[in-house]
């Protein structure tokens, strides 16, 4: 499985941006999908995770400004992020659990500034 990621970009604090990940294989609705970042100087941390399109999970510091949604049909998972602050500037990774096995896409890079 190959987890292909978009959307990134730089926006001004209290923009908004949308992330997707298509994955290629075989994907489940029941598998995990989401969403981990890492911050300069931070360690890798969650975002946000969805399963079978309803069970969704966020972080405290993202919860009502960010939204996970996934399109099982099409295979992707998406990262709408509203009230951007400087501190969601970060790589965000694309994320899917299948099998017990943890897979990650190639990051893409959020930047909020103005």
Known sequence: VQLQASGGGLVQPGGSLRLSCTASGSILSSDIMGWYRRAPGKQRELVATIRSGRDANYADSVM??????????KKTVYLQMDSL????TAIYYCYAR????????????V???S
Not at 64 to 73: E, K, L, Q, Y
Not at 85 to 88: G, I, T
């Open 111 to 113: 930047t909020v500034s």
């Open 85 to 88: 602050k400087p501190e969601d």
């Open 98 to 109: 299948i099998t017990w096995t943890n897979y990650w896409g190639q990051g893409t890079q």
């Open 64 to 73: 009502g400004r960010f939204t996970v949604s996934r399109d099982n049909a």
